[in-house]
């Protein structure tokens, strides 16, 4: 194959989850609903949040930029992908596509740090209740989001960097809504075993990390839990849990079957169906989870739709 050096790439083609021009319409408009479902549940949450005062703790703080993030996220692959499927052009200029390579690493690896430090965070409210207020301070929350941001930056940064010294070749179709860094790539002409080897690593360093600190304060929660003598106050502190514990299932549980998928098919276009679940679902469950599980969400959900702000 003739070999081209990436300063002569102009563009990658994007091909999507199907080429069947009937099925075009249907996966525009799911998505775009996805898609304003997603945003506008996280910005309610955002709001929410902000407009009531006893919302105003460390775990809401985290919440919101939660919220956040999940809308970087998704707004870093739908909307390409829907304008692609309006204007029938799968194209997309090699900056494009790096600018979303990063943007995907640096969103999807600041969601999974937030997800450990309010594990962090829900660990001193059960497992230390009289100091959570000394511990949590507005300092070490903004501290921890400030390094969580770092890492993201570092990561997101780092792989970009690596895909920039590489060479490409004449075919630069990707088989994916988007530009997903695995499968970008695949499409170099130079060699990529050192990319490979730093991806495995990152992702057992920046993955396996925040993972690892989630079970270690999850093992602690229900072993202080269950000390508790009442089964009232057991209820109570498993409850507060409950929607961190869910989005958490989802977020990894997504996160492990696109793995999976990817290492028993050798059919990219299902890697790329299964990372939806990844990239887009979780993103539009979470502000579901936290609104309908949580009661103060929910109560501080129905104050800012009536219009009243709490202080």
């Excluded at 249907?26 to 910005?43: A, P, Q, S």
């Excluded at 709001?47 to 919101?64: E, G, K, V």
């Excluded at 979303?100 to 409210?125: K, P």
């Excluded at 507060?240 to 977020?251: D, N, Q």
């Amino acid at each position: 194959m003739e070999a081209r050096n990436h300063t002569a790439v102009l563009e990658f083609l994007l091909l999507g989850l199907t080429e069947d021009p009937d099925l075009q319409p249907i996966l525009f408009v799911l998505f775009l609903c996805m898609y304003l479902v997603t945003i506008l549940g996280n910005l309610l949450i955002i709001l929410a949040i902000s407009n009531d005062s006893h919302l105003h703790t460390p775990m809401y703080f985290f919440l919101a930029n939660l919220s956040l993030t999940d809308i970087c996220l998704s707004s870093s692959t739908i909307p390409k992908m829907l304008v692609n499927i309006l204007t029938q052009n799968k194209s997309i200029t090699y900056t494009a596509c790096l600018t979303q390579v990063c943007f995907v690493l640096v969103f999807g690896g600041l969601e999974n740090c937030l997800l450990a430090v309010m594990a962090y965070d829900r660990y001193v409210a059960i497992c230390h209740p009289l100091r959570y207020t000394v511990i949590m301070n507005p300092w070490l929350c903004g501290l921890l989001m400030l390094f969580s941001l770092l890492i993201s930056l570092v990561d997101g940064l780092l792989h970009t960097l690596m895909v920039l010294r590489l060479s490409f070749c004449t075919d630069l179709e990707i088989p994916h809504f988007f530009c997903e860094l695995a499968q970008t790539i695949k499409l170099a002409c130079s060699d990529i075993f050192v990319d490979n080897i730093l991806i495995h690593v990152v992702a057992c360093l920046f993955g396996g990390i925040p993972f690892s600190g989630i079970i270690f304060s999850y093992i602690h929660i229900v072993s202080s839990v269950l000390r508790m003598p009442s089964s009232e106050g057991k209820h109570k502190a498993f409850s507060t849990c409950g929607s961190h514990l869910s989005v958490v299932s989802l977020f990894y549980g997504t996160a492990f079957g696109v793995y999976i998928s990817s290492a028993v098919s050798d059919s990219p276009r299902k890697t790329a169906m299964a990372s939806v679940m990844y990239t887009v679902v979780p993103q539009l469950m979470n502000s579901f989870i936290y609104g309908l599980r949580n009661k103060d969400m929910k109560e501080a959900l129905g104050k800012l739709i009536s219009g009243r702000a709490v202080l």
